[in-house]
């Protein structure tokens, strides 16, 4: 959060007038540390230091596979690629499946 705190700091002495912070749709409700991390820093953007904004957005779908693939590494090669049906935007259609 000192990184924070000293970016907007510098953003206040450049007479920076609005930042926009992105945070994560549901943080509040998680224990996880990088959550707990982001909800930290979301409470140094609201000093209000400089005018803000705090865009709490839902979390890319990229970032799943990111973190599966790190799970991967972890399981043995037999687990680790027996989940090839994931992601819908690779699962092969049939001829005769309609689209919804």
Do not use: N
């Amino acid at each position: 959060m000192l990184g924070t705190r000293r970016l907007l700091g510098l953003a206040r002495e450049e007479h920076i007038k609005h930042v926009v912070y992105v945070s994560i749709v549901g943080i509040d409700r998680s224990a996880y540390p990088y959550h707990r991390t982001k909800l930290k820093t979301e409470a140094v953007v609201r000093e209000d230091i400089v005018p803000w904004t705090i865009l709490r957005a839902t979390q890319f779908h990229d970032l799943v596979e990111i973190v599966l693939h790190g799970f991967s590494r972890c399981l043995p090669s037999s687990l680790s690629h027996s989940t090839g049906r994931f992601s819908p935007s690779t699962r092969k259609r049939s001829p005769t499946s309609s689209s919804t």
